[in-house]
């Protein structure tokens, strides 16, 4: 394996700044019926909605940019544009449709090509890069934008990788919804180094800008596969790249949570030390700003026929202190029963302010928050559509 080069380092002040942060902020909440702006101010008490974004169509992810924080870029499917990415160089009050959309090449007459069914994740790129972003689509495609979204163009090292195919499997091998490219991760000291996780497919890591790919899934169960230990073909729902450990990667897999030190290359699966009753199966993953040892994650049944909500219709979040050894389960204020709710993998997220503030939007349409690192939760919103993303937009003063 080659080791990531860390001689090109030039972080800037948004991914080494590990200061809190104390000006006010907004959640970005994309849905099945259009985006909403939940902003919270300063401290964080006072909630105000915003009117609907795109009232009717299908908003994957909504995400700031941290190296200027004026800009929103949205991955949308719409009923007459079909896949396109939005920008906002106003925070929201105005929006502008991408100039070229990500997209496959047209397959030549009378062949069936891929089309990309709907942009799922945004990336904003390195610090040192301005302007750059990184998307991934359903089915699995990786595309980058120099010009900040206006235009995008494919990335061959992966979408025409001769392993490609071989890699994410056929359509019907992916989510229910369609098989999908996120958790596109930048190393904070290279623009070189990048990882990836595909539903389906797995981890993959690029040392050349994306120009190559190798899997990245050693130690990581995949028991829904015949073989048992593929080197690919897992289903990572949530990756996660701590900026001040970038050398530490956590999962939250479909078949457990693990972590991973770079060097060791091997994924450990630390979810077996969550209690047997609840498991260590969901869809999202949040990691503290400044304590590379903190995670929560949002456990679901992960039985037999695959309820994915709340184990026993009690939800909880659960955070760890020491990277996985010990969990502890926070759950104050939320229902305390017959509450079955389903949280996505964009759909939880934390902001940088002290005490840090966490956050989880729900497929029944609501916004849970807690000010104080997951000790007392409260409803935020309700009656939203089918939340499919939350992201937290820190504000300028």
């Known amino acids: 394996m080659a080791k990531p080069d860390s001689s090109n380092e030039n972080p800037s002040a948004a991914q080494t700044n590990h200061k809190p942060d104390k000006g006010p902020l907004a959640l970005l909440i994309g849905t099945r019926k259009g985006a909403f702006i939940l902003r919270g101010g300063k401290n964080r008490k006072r909630w105000k909605l915003s009117e609907p974004i795109f009232l009717g169509q299908m908003i994957h992810h909504m995400v700031q940019d941290p190296r200027e924080r004026q800009t929103i870029l949205m991955g949308c499917r719409t009923g007459h544009l079909g896949p396109t990415v939005f920008r906002s160089n106003d925070f929201g009050a105005s929006w502008t449709e991408a100039q070229t959309p990500p997209a496959f090449p047209k397959a030549p007459e009378g062949e069936k090509g891929r089309v990309v069914d709907h942009v799922f994740w945004l990336t904003p790129g390195h610090a040192s890069e301005p302007g750059v972003w990184w998307a991934g689509s359903s089915p699995q495609g990786l595309f980058r934008s120099e010009d900040g979204g206006a235009t995008w163009e494919g990335i061959s090292g992966f979408n025409d990788h001769p392993m490609r195919d071989e890699w994410v499997g056929g359509m019907g091998d992916g989510t229910p919804d369609g098989p999908k490219m996120h958790s596109i991760l930048i190393d904070p000291r290279d623009p070189n180094h990048m990882y990836l996780g595909m539903s389906m497919g797995g981890v993959f890591e690029s040392t050349d800008r994306g120009a190559d790919w190798k899997p990245l899934n050693k130690g990581c169960v995949a028991d829904f596969l015949p073989i048992p230990d593929p080197e690919?073909?897992?289903?990572?729902?949530?990756?996660?790249?701590?900026?001040?450990?970038?050398?530490?990667?956590?999962?939250?897999?479909?078949c457990g949570i693990y972590r991973m030190e770079r060097d060791e290359a091997v994924w450990v699966r630390i979810g077996d030390n969550m209690p047997k009753e609840v498991g260590d199966i969901g869809f999202p993953m949040v990691l503290h700003p400044r304590d590379p040892d903190t995670v929560w994650v949002f456990p679901m049944d992960g039985t037999a026929v695959w309820p994915r909500t709340s184990p026993d219709?009690?939800?909880?979040?659960?955070?760890?202190?020491?990277?996985?050894?010990?969990?502890?389960?926070?759950?104050?204020?939320?229902?305390?029963?017959?509450a079955w709710l389903t949280?996505?993998?964009?759909?939880?997220?934390?902001?940088s302010h002290k005490p840090v503030g966490i956050y989880?939007?729900?497929?029944?349409?609501?916004?849970?928050?807690?000010?104080?690192?997951?000790k007392h939760w409260e409803c935020l919103a309700r009656h939203l559509p089918h939340v499919y993303a939350v992201e937290v937009a820190e504000q300028l003063k």
């Open 343 to 351: 949280v996505q993998r964009q759909s939880m997220t934390a902001d």
């Open 313 to 338: 219709g009690k939800p909880a979040v659960y955070v760890t202190h020491t990277a996985g050894k010990k969990w502890k389960r926070l759950d104050k204020g939320l229902p305390g029963k017959h």
């Open 232 to 254: 690919y073909g897992h289903d990572p729902h949530c990756v996660r790249l701590h900026p001040l450990m970038p050398d530490r990667l956590y999962q939250q897999n479909h």
């Open 360 to 374: 989880f939007g729900t497929t029944n349409g609501e916004v849970w928050g807690s000010t104080n690192e997951g």
